[in-house]
């Protein structure tokens, strides 16, 4: 370690992409046994910084120095080697191999035989066991990872960092899928990594973790860093003051959307599947946010895919204004004016090697296409650049690849997406997951004008806050069945807690 007690420097770093400045000139110090935390809006520069940190990036200039030396990584197997390991942001495990095969890809145990080496599967099996014991996680290492809920995708990355024995671990967003259980069970590892002098990078949105978890708080915006602090000595407040320039009193716009008449009735539905969702009834009015709360488990996701055809619905009734339907695909969903934003934007929804404009056009193609089949380019850039600018879309422009904006502004392109095919019945499963204070603002006042308008919003979300926030009503699920229903006058964190746990 460095005489001044620094285990890693950031020196005067700068990475540019065409059009955007990702970095400006950033100079951080991270010290060991310390949990610092990074905060910034979306496209703040976080996560390009890491993946410099990681490898995964070059930087334009500056440099970095870990344990007193400089270095420089050109993948990130040399930052692995030397000590900084890293939880992505977007999960990307191989989901058609094992728990333990993922968990030690690359670096198999093995034994010879004769000239041949082959796989030890015994000891990586073991390896595994006595890892997930250490940090106190309940994994089957033979399990196939498709078959993981994505909590514990999350949990076997975070079991990936860790055994690396690094010096610093970069966490980004790793709470983002884990319940409040997990969160609580993560801090613990944290608090154990932290005794043992390792030094762990903290990204999140959420503002009251970082104010439990951390010892230092650097904060970003528009690539640059604004500075250090103690974060005893920070508020929410004051956090998201420096993120966003001003001052940010009201996290959520006033609600002043009227519910109507009822659009939308779900009558006795159940799941095809066998321990999935049974007998779900509810009602949906115009211009009405119906929020969905519950724990992991309680099969939220589930149900709204199945209202969108994702998923086969064994009996039960649907009803569009009085009027029994029928959906059993995708398609029937949206010619009943259906729009789903799904749960996990990378597994279920950009593109990534396309454009912000087919990303933002392709769920309703059809209107796009002229004379011979060929897509109307021009009026697809013109109702792309009305969305980017109406969202507030931090992009170079609509032909940038989508892979390369930050999560946050991906997520609004795919909320873009869907309002370009004018839906009655939105669908939004985790909307602001990912997305920094600001911008969550931003989709707050897009839920409510669409509730305005007369539109059903339904709201899956695991914030508490958010679902009091935003939601008219809340329905609390658990474990397959609805548990009850809570008017915003008389919600509460503890009340939608008590019925979320009702059944566990």
């Known amino acids: 370690m460095e005489k001044d007690g620094y285990i890693l420097q950031v020196k005067n770093l700068s990475k540019t992409f065409p059009g955007v400045h ?29 993946k410099c940190l990681f490898g995964i990036y070059e930087p334009d200039e500056g440099g970095i120095i870990l344990d007193g030396t400089p270095v ?13 390991s890293m939880i992505h942001q977007e999960l990307l495990p191989i989901p058609y191999r094992s728990v333990m095969e993922n968990l030690w890809l690359g670096r198999f145990p093995q034994y010879s035989v004769g000239p041949i080496k082959l796989v030890d599967h015994k000891k990586m099996y073991q390896d595994t066991v006595e890892l997930f014991e250490k940090l106190n996680m309940d994994i089957p290492p033979k399990m196939w990872v498709r078959d993981l809920s994505v909590s514990k995708v999350q949990s076997l990355e975070i079991a990936k960092a860790v055994s690396y024995q690094a010096k610093v671990i970069i966490m980004d967003e790793p709470t983002s899928s884990l319940t409040e259980h997990e969160v609580a069970h993560l801090f613990g590892i944290i608090r154990q990594l932290k005794s043992q002098g390792v030094a762990i990078i903290y ?29 005893r000595e920070l508020t ?30 779900v009558n006795d539905v159940s799941s095809t599947v066998e321990n999935s969702f049974k007998n779900i009834s509810f009602k949906v009015r115009a211009g009405e946010i119906l929020g969905i709360g519950g724990l992991v ?5 589930e149900l709204v895919e199945s209202l969108f055809g994702l998923r086969g619905i064994a ?3 649907i009803l569009i204004n009085g009027k029994k339907i029928d959906i059993k695909n995708p398609i029937q969903a949206k010619n009943h004016k259906f729009a789903l934003l799904t749960e996990d934007r990378r597994a279920t929804g950009i593109i990534p090697m396309r454009s912000v404009m087919d990303n933002m056009i392709i769920a309703n193609i059809k209107q796009y296409v002229g004379k011979g089949g060929l897509i109307n380019e021009s009026k697809g850039e013109q109702d792309t650049d009305e969305k980017i600018k109406s969202l507030n879309v931090k992009t170079p422009d609509s032909k940038t690849f989508i892979r390369d904006l930050s999560g946050g502004n991906q997520q609004k392109v795919l909320v873009a997406r869907w309002l370009l095919t004018n839906p009655d019945i939105l669908i939004l499963d985790e909307p602001t997951r990912g997305i920094d204070v600001s911008a969550k603002y931003e989709i707050y006042t897009i839920i409510l004008n669409l509730a305005k308008q007369g539109k059903c919003i339904i709201m899956i979300s695991s914030e508490m806050p958010e679902l009091l926030g935003i939601s008219d009503r809340i329905m609390v699920m658990c474990e397959g069945r609805v548990t009850g229903f809570l008017e915003r006058e008389e919600a509460s964190q503890e009340k939608i807690m008590r019925l979320a746990a009702q059944f566990a």
């Open 22 to 50: 990702a970095l400006d000139n950033i100079s951080i110090n991270f010290k060991p046994g310390s949990v610092h935390a990074l905060i910034g809006e979306n496209g703040a520069g976080k996560s390009t910084l890491m």
């Open 72 to 84: 420089h990584f050109t993948d990130s197997r040399k930052a692995l080697n030397a000590g900084i």
């Open 203 to 231: 990204i999140s949105h959420k503002i009251e973790e970082i104010l439990v978890i951390s010892d230092e708080v650097s904060i970003m915006r528009d690539g640059q860093h604004i500075g250090t602090y103690n974060a």
């Open 236 to 265: 929410t407040d004051k956090i998201i003051k420096y993120m966003v320039g001003r001052d940010l009193s009201n996290r959520f716009p006033p609600k002043d959307n009227v519910p109507g008449e009822v659009v939308l009735e």
């Open 297 to 301: 488990g309680a099969q939220r996701t």
């Open 315 to 317: 009996d039960g009734r």
